[in-house]
Structure formats: structure tokens, C-alpha cells
């Protein structure tokens, strides 16, 4: 083959290989059981297998294995390992599969190790938002819409709308790994085959939730599984990115609402008034990143021709690239929260009266039985005089107001593993 | 205001308030309800109002409402409605509401209503390839992978694939659904309000699952649910723009596996043989209308500053535009399917014997305990001789393969209602 | 051909005719001067064809053309408008030509006068934002950098940078007019034709630079020629975008750096202290509308088969969409910046010590003849105690720096037309 | 500072800082001569720093040069290095300069650099596709419209569309080199300085075509420039998928239109009747590669405040990703467009007859004088009878089709450099 075309068709791919051959050694194990349990291995044939791909588990672990150019993949990786260290006995391991669902059955793997994963920190960072918002659910902050400052409001207000969004988060984590919780394997290069395998012995094997059924719908999958993954880390960063917005400005001198940890900032030697949030602007940019790779993982693949088409290889990078973004930065968002400490004082000093007009008329509604309409015009002509904050906060007592937080049922959620 | 200003930051917001409007009304019955609930309505006054917004709901579907641009919004227009028909009481039902969580309600009552009604037709849509699949399920036709012709197959393996997708869809239709199942109504601005409303009670009163809690957040994920919703829609559309882009193929000169309707094709007088399916090729591209719109969603919202922002006035217009095109899809994906007949012999006249090498292997083996590495080559150099393909197909019984399509399982989550 | 089908493949191309059919009707105009040059038509039948021309752009001014269902798009219109008014010479019009060249040349000219006007348009606001950046020239006004304060600057500084972006853009305008500046009119379905029809000879009575050459390529060069005007379109939102940006941040309690004429805001009687700029929102979130239509204008065409396919009249849509779009967001912008005053104190009482280090490291650096790296590292420890402001601003010297704004320079790009 | 929020905040720049460093090396040799002009260094001072310089250069070559965690960018590296070999004098070459313009200029003239040589190479590739097309402008082929059968035209003609598509890619990227080629060096952090610096000088000397004015400006341009880049190396990736798309379908076994070169095919050497055209298949999916790279450019930066911000450290990866697919992929296109020889019985043999249809319309036409309309109408009732397709071509005189390719015209613009 000419060696630049070879070059250019497998890209970048062997990288991202690397990170899927756990997945594929495991799909390999539970494919030879299978194998065995149909008569194409003997019990022993099977002990050599497993005996291998445990080794070769082990040399992976170890750096002790790369995917050459002559290899192309991480499957072709794997029945050469076995052909070397088990024999003959290593050529009958594509016995009944195809590259196509061998990479589906990886994918499927890594996709849902990794949202179950993620699920799992991102409500331990929600736990963090609860027990912030428990903490600061007595500093006075005000609240905003369209940036101008429209009523008072909470510190602890503000993070527990990020445990709420976090938790969230979790469940469609939850109900994109349920979505595609599928099995593959068995469906060969799209078409099926006359080797009596067993797809149910597999799906149990692998612990699928059923197999996944038409052999060429597990081709035309591709891409949208992918995206539907991807549309679920698009949100935790949806989550994140905004949070890092907001610190970013709260931390202006305008603002100045959050003293931040050292450890958090780029030292500016020369400006030490400066108190560069970098980590929270690269969080806020990669929410473009995971978009336009969740967009990437879409386009490739859409109205393609039903059946394996080869570009399905690009979908890899975008989507392993993006799981790392994710995971990473619930991690520093764990961080950045921990090291942020509101100031009450300047954070009261800049309150403006006008938050306090929509309460007055609130209260000619209640107290004096005004029509809300007529009240509110009335209130915009009243001065709301010395407000007593903590008494305005706690009559905002509607459920997830400032005065009810309503952070049990937060911690209710958070128990409900999914 | 200045009109150029006004104009420009109303937009087209009018048309789409429109269709929001029933969704509105619906949330003020419930709101009015529980107004009356805590003595801020008498049982008297809620009648007025309910009378008064069954009077606005049948006018509206008269054609008698119109959203002037003093009126802004559809917000606007039912209090309006109300003072003008109930008279002093319309002007407390704004109370404890604003309108920053009347939109988020109405929305999400809109986008439950649609995600419901979108699943089911996905659902027959799903039951009409399971029977096309039943129908055909004995026609021969060749399975492809990168276009090229890869394993014998059938018209009813191919038509199989699309159910299953449909089915996938509905299930993360039903997904999402329950995702944004959450009810913002009580939020106010996006920071509570002192009025002692109870959110449980309109929970309950518009079938919600649970309140959407914290108020701030009920802002902050405008444009996150409804770019999880986009998604689901999305899915549907890269099923169908597949599907639709397999068929312009199909119906090509050079393949000429089916016959279509005439009622379906653009009719071109002068070029009788042409069979411009223009439907299929709308079809296609909508898969890219949804997919920017999805971005428009998810774009215009982030990383804002946490709290109302008007431009989540801009995302109700690509989740409509998607919405119909989702549905309208649906239902000419059914009438195209209805419009095709196979035409066995012109695809069998295409079969190249090729495809029966990989069977071959299969059989040797099988028959001669070779291991596959090695039957795969001998494969290579064997002849098929004359193929018997009922037998073929019937040979591959693997689940989901050609000879074992599985539509049992297919017509079992048919009847699986979400 | 069954009604379903026909509305969804029509969509809503009718309403974007609509805005074509002008430039469709200036091109049948050059096309029946071409056919007349060829003698296919008669002195006296390009007569009748120019008054009916000239009759169908009266009545469409005049609101009295409407392009029905049976119609399905504007090129029929005129077909069979000219044959109701010119009778039997109306049937030749179609002679040499195509629906398929005759949208591309339609939607060329619309392409070509948009982006001429908005590059005047575009260069106006240019010239608006030279004149605050004079008037403001010595208003001290802290720079920013990761939203930090970082070096002083002035209003002037602030106004001048859009000014200079606004003049790119206007040069991408005209470099992208000139990049689509061919004629696609002659090339027929994609094939060319046997009638020998003059193509330079409508080339120059369009205006056009050259003919677009290849036939086939016409087809291809769909999508493409669109893409490339809607990053042209996106340029200037990106301009746009970030300053209204700026704006919403700036008119925020805390920065509260300009006061804005009550015109432009969203009056909240209730909270009199809010200048809610959701104009300003809008405007940064159409931003993402016209990202949004480019990726589909471009997506939708991409990697189809050579040749007319249907799905390019979905790119009329998001196309015309976002001139709009451009068109209102530059007048509003106009009148936006027309509505800012700045207010010095307030900017200045927000001015804090310490972004005045780097200029004294300069200071040593240039008195003392300090390398820049000990320089840098001594002025982190020194107080900047008083600064004369003026004298700082006037110090920054280098071109394009707050001290030495080349207004001139600006001025002078303002002079050269494209 | 945390090593975790370190490495998030670094991700993984400093691979992509490899690539800029060359370019940093250029604009900081004109930094320096342009100090020494102003006398910050002396003669001796500037000869020391240039042969550091150099010295850097050749080790960067040779793979002596590492960026380390501590280095950060490739910014500090070259600073530490100067100060390693030229000692003191090293700490001056920051003086007047930033890593904010330091990092603009580099980008800056990486993209200078990559735009001129992708123009070359489309060039190139485009006057192969005219060599192509000269050789085959005698063999008949289909054209398509809706992927059907539409009118006979060459496989020279289709050749020489994608000629023209590359003449005009060259063009626009020759258009978008002069429309960012000014020069952002000497506006430091992006409020200019009071060091004297001459940014005409460093212009000259880096070969720039002007200043880029406004310091604040230059920042700002971020994003918008680079989207203005890739737009370019998106326009060249819709010709190339195009193509790409085409010939996996043209060598499908239904089309059969071309032979293929075995050296470009994936060998499937159990289906010796399959064409992989993996290479094909990935150019095709790498279209979307640089769209959605052409995203993330734009939509990290849009609508940040005015100023530096971090997340445009995310733009480089995306940048540098779509130019090496473009430049591999025209590499590789020239390999494809070598690789394929027109079978032209095969494509005879598919040959509709009803592709002629037009043809007769416009004999009736031009013979017997006939209204189109009405010559359309009869033609579609008379058979095409036995065509000669040589003289059917030679019929089609019209500028650009298939008897009239104007190839002169295209290799006049092959020798119009840019």
C-alpha cells in the first residue's frame, strides 16, 4: 500500500487504540468463552487464551506493548499477541467476530466505564456544591438577571443551583449509559454469521443490559451512540463552564465577591493585585471544545450508507479526547470550590436598594391584600428604607428559594445511586 | 423605547409565543389554583379566572389572539386577557410568579408534550419497518460496508435496522422526557418570592415528576434541557437522514433495488426515467438543520452569568422549527416507505459472488475444524460456485444476522410503552 | 404527487423566494438579452419580455405576486407570469437555461448586493466608533485582561479597537464578494446546452467579473460560495457580539462605567435602578444564530454527489436569515454606541494601584538602563504613589497604543473604498 | 500553584507550542533588531542575541529542545535560553513585548506560512485535475442531477470542475493571507507601552504588509482570524470530500467507473472483489474534522470581554489539527486523482437513455424554431434513437460544458500567482 495514503488513513488512531485495548482484551475474553461454550475451543484451547490475554493485560499495564504501523490496530494488536504466545490455538480467536463489532463491543465498554465513572464524580462534586451551600447559606449575596442586580439572594443560594445541576448531570450520565446499554458483539462485520455463536451468552458475560439486536442497526449505531455519549458530557461541562464564568467575574476587582487560593492562580509577579483565574477560563473555552467534538462525532457519520464505513474511526479521538476534558475538570471544579472563601463584606457593600422593591410589594399583596398589579406599581415609588437581611432572606420561603434551600432533598438525591 | 431596538430585541419571538401560548395558559390554571389555595384567590375569583382562561383558550384556537409588539410577549397577552375579561382579579394573577418562570414552565410543558407525542409516532413509524422487515424478510439483497458489496443479506435485514434504530430513539425520547420532567413554576425571577405558594400542589396539579428545586438553577438550565431535548430529536433525524440517503442510492439507475411511488418523485416530463426522490433528499439535509439548531440551543446559553439572560428568548425558535421538522419527518418516512417495492430480480442481478468468501471460511471452519485464521485465507483462493441464497441467508442464525432477524423482540418493545 | 410529501419538500422555501425573486427577475432580464443576441428571440419578442419584466417587478412591489403551492418557487412565477402577460414569447424565455443555474445566478446577485451594502453599512459604524474613540480619547479607563484589571487605558483606546475590527470586517466583505464575483447564469441542469448561448455577453450585463467556467462545478461550488458569505457575516457578529458583551458588563452596579440613554433599555418600573441592555443580549446571542446557519449552509451540501441535489434550497433559509440578521444588529449597534455616555469618575474610582508596575519597569528599564527581566522583578516591590493619569496615557507611545491611537491611519482605511 | 490545576490550565499546549516555536524564533529576531534601533541593546548586545538565536534554532531542529511544565510556553523557553547563552543581554528581549503579542505574532506568521503553501499545493493538485481532464475529455459519462441520470457529459468535464474548485480555494486563501497579513507585534499585553519601539520597522522586517493598529484590537482579533483561516481550510476540504465522496461511489461495484490502483485500496484478501477506499472514506470524514475545528476556534473566543483571555491558548490545537489534514489531504487527493483510470465500456453500459431527452427539446429548438416550453413538451414523447455520444458532446458549446471546457481559461489562472 503507498505508504502516505497507509499514513494518512490511520491518523492519529493508534493512540486512541491504546486506550481502548483494555475494552477489547475483555470483550476477547468473554468472545472465547463463548467460543468454548459453542466447541470451537476446547477447555484448554480456552485456558490458553485467557492465559494470554492476561499476560498481554499485564504487558499493557506494564508499557510494554505499541501499536505499529503494520499492526494498524489494537485488534489486530491482540490476535497477533495470542498467535505468538498461545499458537496455533491464536488464530481461531476471530473465530465468529469481525473488527467491526470488536471495535463496536470496545467502544460500547469504554463508553459506559466511563459514564458510570463520571456519574460517580460528578456527585461527589455536587456533594461538595451541597455541603458549600450549607455553609454559606447565611451570606447575603445578591442575585442577578440580565447581570444587573434584580433581589437579594445567597451565597449558599448560588451553590446549591450547582449541586442541583450537577445532580442532573449524574442522571443523564445514568440514562445515556442505560441507552446504550447494548451488546455488539456477535454481529460480525454487519451482517451476522453462520458460526453458532451465542449473543446472549456474551451480553451476560459482559453484563449488558440485552444484546444489541439487528446486526447492521449495530453499524448504523455508530456516530449516534457516540453523539448521545458526547450530549451527556456536553452537560456536566455546560454545568462547569458556566460556574467558571461566573467565578472569573467575581473575582474581578468590580466585583470582588470571592477571595481565591494562591494555589489557584497564575502568579503575575508584577501585577500582584491580579488574581488570574486561568484554570476557570480554560474550563469555560473547553465547553467549546466538547461541543464542537460531540459535533465532529454527529457529522462523520451522518447519511452515511448503511454498514461499516471507515471514518468511523474518527469518532474515537473526539470522544476519548472529551471524556478526559470531563473527567478532568469535575476534578478542578472540586478545586476552584475549595478554594474559593466569600468576603461578606464587600459583597454586602455593593448590594443596591432597588433588590428590595418586588419584596415591598409582595408584602402590600400580603398585608394589605393589594391586587400583585397594582401593588407592584406602588412599591416602585417606595424607598425600601434599612432592609434587615437575614430577615428578608428568611422570608423567601418558597421551596428552593434563599430561605429554603431545600438541601435534603439535594442529599436524598445524592444518596440515590443510579 | 427606541422602535429599531424594540424590534430587533423582539424578533420573530411573537410567532413562536404563539405556539407556546396553550402551554401558558395550562400553567396559569394550575398557578391560579394554587393561588386560591393559599387565600390569595377566593373560590369566586379563581371561577373568574378559570372561566377567563377558558375563554382566552378557545378565542386562541379561533384564530381571535394576536401578540401585538406593546403586548411583547404571550405572557403579557393572558394577563392583559384576564384583566380585561375577570377585571380587578386579572390583576393578581401575577402574583408570585414572574415571568422568567412562566416561560420555563410553559416550555417544559411544551417540550413534555411533544417528546411524548414524537415517541409514539417514532414507535409506529418502528412498527411500520418491523412489518416491512417481516414482508421482505426472504428477499436477497447484498449487505455493503464502505459501499462496497460485503456479505449476502436481505431487503428485510435492512428494513430490521431501521425499526431497531426507531426503537432507540423512542427509548431516549422517553429518556429526556424524564430527565426535564421537573416543574419550575414557583420560582419567580429566579430567587423565590416571600408569598407562601405551594410548588408541591402545581406539581401535582401539571403531572410533574418533582419540582425543579433551587430557583436560580430553574435559570441556569435554560438551554441545558433543551439542548438534551434537541438531541433526542436529533437522534430521530440521523435514523431517518440515513435511511433517506440509502434510498436515493437504492433508487439510482446504477442500483435500482426498488420502485417508487409516483406520488413520491418529483416528476420530470422531460426525463421519464428519472425517479427524483426530492423528499428523501429534504429529508438528508434537515439532519443539518437540527444539528445547527441543536447548536444554537446550546450555544446562545453558555457559559452566561448565572440568572435570567434574554437571549434564552432565542432558543425557542430553533426548538420549534426542529420540533416540526421532527415530526413532519416522521410521518413522510412512513408514506416513503409505504412507496417502495423492492425489485428482486435487478438487485439480485447485482450480487457479486464475493460476498459468499467470508461463508467459505466459515464453513471449513466448521465443517473441517480449520482455525479460522487459516480457512480465511484458503477462502480466499476457493470458488463459490453456484450459491443457493434462501440457503445462505437461512445459514446465518447468528441473533440479528439475515437468517435470524429477532422481530419478536422488536414487536415486544413495540408494546413496552414508556 | 401526494400532499405530504409536496409541503415538507417545499418547506418553507417559498417565503425566501419571495426575497430571490428580484434578483431572478434582473437575470431572466440579461438572459432574454442574451437569447435576443442569438436570435433565438426577436427584437420585438425581448420587447414584450423586458414590459413584462418590467410589469412583474411593479406588481411584486406593489405586494401583488404570490408564489402558491403549484408554483412550488419563484422561477415558475415568472415563467408563467410572462407567459399570462406576453403570451406565446413567454414559453422561450426557458430556452438555454435552467431552474438550476437560474437559482444560482438569483442567489449570487442577492449575495453580491448584500455584501456590498453591508460593507457600507459596516464602515458607517466604523466610522461612529472613530468618532467616540476621538471624543473619548482622554478618558482614563482601566484595560482589562482575563477580566483583570491590567494596564490603564481610556474610552477612546476601548472605541478605537472596534473601530479597527469593524474595517476588517468590511475588508473580508469585499474580499468575499470578490471571491463569488462569477456567473453562474449558462450553465443549464450542470451539463451546458447545445443552444450557443453567450456567456460572457450575460456576464457583463450582470456586472459579474467572469463566468463562472465549469458547468458541474456550479452545482459543486453550492455551499461552498455561501459558507464563505457567512463567515463574512460571522466576522461582523463576532465584532459585534464581544462589544455588546462589553456593554451588558460595563453598565452593570459594579462596573457601572457608562450611563445609557433610557431608549435603549428595558424599563423595569419596579426596579428602577436596573438598565437591563437586552438588546445587548440579544445581540451576543445572534452570535450564535449566524454560527449556527453557517455550519448548516455548509453541512447541508457537504460531500454530496456531483451535481443538483435537492437540499440546497435549504441553505436559502439560514442564509437569509442571518443577512438579516447582520443588516439589524450594525443599526442597532449604531444607535446603541449613540446611546453610551461614559462616566469618568466612576471608571475612575474603580482604578486600582497596581496596573501601573509595568510602566514603572518600563521607567527603569529606559532611566536606568535596567535590563527588562531585574526591572520587571524591582517594580513588583514599589508603590506607584501618585499617578498623573494624563501624563501615563500620554507616555504609551507605540503605535496603537492608548497614547498614539492612529485615528488617522483608521480614518484613512474609512477613504478606501473597495 | 496546584499541580493538577496546572496541568488542566496547560493541557496540551506545549506540543502545539513546538510547532509555533520556529515562528516565535522569526518575530523575535525583529523584536530585537527593532530594540536595537531604539538602542535598548547595543550592536554587541544584538549580535550575541542573534547568534542565540540561531543557536536555538539549530538545536529546535535538531529535537534538542524540550518544553518543559516550568517553561509553560515556548515563550519562556526562548527567554531562558537567551539568558543561558547570551547571559544578561537575554534579560532584555522582553522589553517592550508581552507573551500576548509574542504569541499573536508567532500564530500570525504560521498562518502566513501555511496559507502560502496550501495555495501552492492546491494549485498543484488543481492543475493535475486539468491534466486529468484534458486526457479524459473524450470519455462519455453520465452526468447527475439527484443522483440520477440527468444529461451526457465527460469524465473530462467532471475532472475539470474540481480544477476550477481548487483555482478557487487558492484564491481564498490568498484572499484570507492578505486579509490577516498585519502585524500585532510591539502592542505588548494589549495596551501598547512607553518603550519607544518602532512598529514599522518590526513590520518590514517581518514582511508584513502593515501594522495591526489598535493594540487592544489585536487582541480582540483572536479567534476571528483564525475562523477567517480555517473557513479557508474548510473551503478546500468541501472540494476535496466532495471528490472523495464521489469516487467511493464510483467505484462501487453498481457504478464500476473507475479502476483503482491496488496501492490505494485496503486489501481485503478474503473479497478480492472489493475496492476499499478507506483513504476515500477518511478524507470524506475529515471535512468534519475542520468544521468542527472551525467551531471551537470561533466559539472559544466569541463574545469574551475585550482583552486577553486565556482560552485562546485552546485555538491553537484545532488551528495547527485542520492544517495538517489539509495539507496531508490534498497530498493524498493527488495520490487518489493518479491512482484511478476511467473504465469507459463499463460506464457506456450504464448509460440511461433518457439523458438525451433535453437534447432533442433543444434540436426542436433550434431546427424547427419551437417555443422551449412547448419543444420540452414533444421531446418528452420521441425517443432518443441511437445517439452518437461523441457528437452529442461536441454539441454542448456552451462556455464550460462538456464540448467547451475552457481548460486554457483554467491554466491561465493556474500561472495567475497570488
Known sequence: ???????????????????????????????????????????????????????????????????????????????????????????????????NDQIAVAMRLYM??????????????????????????DVPM??????????????????????????????????????????????????????PIDREFTTKELGFAAPQLNSLYVQNSRGKYESAYLEAMAQVMLSLGRFANDIVLFVSQEFDYFSVDESLTQTSSIMPHKKNLDVCEIMRGNVSVVMGNQFIVKD?????????????QLTKKPLMESTHIVEDSIEVAAIVLGGLTPKPESIRAKLNKGIFTA?????????????????YKKAAEMDAGDVDLAKNIASKKSLGAPGNLGLDTLRARLKNKS
Chains 1, 2, 3, 4 share one sequence.
Open 112 to 137: 459506559k466505564h466511563h459514564l458510570r465513572a463520571i456519574e460517580t464524580s460528578a456527585r461527589a462534586l455536587a456533594s461538595d456544591f451541597v455541603d458549600a451551600a450549607e455553609k454559606q447559606k
Open 1 to 99: 500500500m503507498n505508504p502516505v495514503v497507509e499514513k494518512y488513513t490511520a491518523g492519529s488512531t493508534a493512540i486512541f487504540d491504546m486506550e481502548v485495548m483494555p475494552f477489547d482484551i475483555e470483550a476477547s475474553r468473554a468472545h472465547a468463552k463463548g467460543l468454548a461454550k459453542i466447541e470451537i475451543l476446547t477447555a484448554d484451547e480456552l485456558r490458553q487464551i485467557q492465559n494470554s490475554l492476561d499476560s498481554l493485560e499485564k504487558d499493557l499495564k506494564a508499557g510494554k506493548i505499541k501499536i505499529t504501523p503494520e499492526d494498524e490496530d489494537c485488534h489486530t494488536v491482540i490476535e497477533n499477541y495470542l498467535v505468538e504466545k498461545a499458537g496455533e490455538v491464536g488464530k481461531k480467536i476471530h473465530t465468529g467476530r469481525s473488527r
Open 300 to 312: 462523520v457519520m451522518r447519511n452515511l450508507v448503511s454498514g461499516y464505513n471507515r471514518e468511523g
Open 359 to 375: 419584596d415591598i410589594a409582595n408584602e402590600l399583596v400580603q398585608k394589605e391584600g393589594m391586587a400583585f398589579r397594582d401593588a
Open 142 to 195: 445578591s442575585g442577578y438577571s440580565h447581570l444587573q442586580q434584580a433581589m437579594l439572594s445567597t451565597v449558599g443560594h448560588y451553590f446549591a443551583a450547582y449541586a442541583e445541576s450537577l445532580l442532573d448531570d449524574a442522571d443523564l450520565l445514568a440514562a445515556v449509559r442505560k441507552y446504550i446499554d447494548k451488546n455488539p458483539l456477535g454481529t460480525a462485520a454487519g451482517f451476522g454469521t453462520s458460526i
